[in-house]
């Protein structure tokens, strides 16, 4: 068996508050954080990334902004000289632990629900994707999820590369009834 990686190479998440854990149970404000991680962006263009209304973003927006999911940048004028509030992602989300069984909503179908959003804008051919179907003892499970946690964290750690292309990645495991 292969050595589990150290466990202080993990980011340690702390428990989601309440108002976190509900914050992060919207499969759209998952996706206006995804939007917004590499760009900051109006509440009117994050609108029209997700195809939404822009009176309906806000909502989600606002939540995100009290909540410290996402930071306002300063005001900025528009092409006709309106005041625009630009928004970007703080990465607060990668640092927090929303797990159902500290008695918070649990997150899994929001986020389920925003990644078909997201790959529903993807053209075909344009992704990777695989599939396993495992028989794990408790501790090899454990383990598997320790060593992607690894590789996760480091590469969230990494500052964006200037020429770097955006990607998603998505990740569930979870238990194969027969």
């Given at each position: 068996?292969?050595?589990q990686?150290?466990?202080?190479e993990?980011t ?21 954080l995804?939007v ?9 263009e994050?609108?029209e990334?997700l ?8 909502h ?7 909540t410290?999911?996402l930071?306002a940048e300063?005001v900025?004028?528009?092409?006709r ?8 992602a703080?990465?607060?989300s ?7 069984d500290a008695?918070h909503v649990s997150?899994e179908r929001a986020?389920?629900?925003a990644?078909l959003g997201e790959?529903?804008d ?5 992704t990777?994707s695989t599939?396993?179907?495992l028989r794990?003892?408790a501790?090899e499970?454990?383990?598997l999820?320790?060593?992607i946690?690894?590789?996760f964290?480091e ?6 590369s200037?020429h770097?292309?955006?990607l998603?990645?998505f ?7 027969p």
């Amino acid at each position: 068996m292969t050595a589990q990686p150290d466990r202080s190479e993990l980011t340690t998440r702390r428990p989601a508050t309440e108002e976190e854990a509900r914050a992060l149970a919207s499969a759209v404000r998952l996706r206006i954080l995804r939007v917004t991680l590499d760009q900051a962006l109006t509440n009117k263009e994050i609108a029209e990334r997700l195809g939404r209304n822009p009176a309906s973003t806000l909502h989600h927006v606002r939540r995100l902004v009290d909540t410290g999911f996402l930071a306002a940048e300063p005001v900025r004028r528009g092409r006709r000289g309106s005041r625009e509030v630009p928004y970007r992602a703080t990465g607060k989300s990668w640092t927090v632990n929303v797990s159902h069984d500290a008695g918070h909503v649990s997150n899994e179908r929001a986020m389920l629900a925003a990644y078909l959003g997201e790959i529903g804008d993807v053209p075909p051919g344009q992704t990777v994707s695989t599939r396993l179907g495992l028989r794990l003892t408790a501790d090899e499970r454990a383990e598997l999820l320790t060593r992607i946690q690894v590789v996760f964290d480091e590469f969230a750690r990494r500052p964006p590369s200037e020429h770097g292309e955006p990607l998603g990645v998505f990740l569930m495991v979870y238990p194969d009834r027969p």
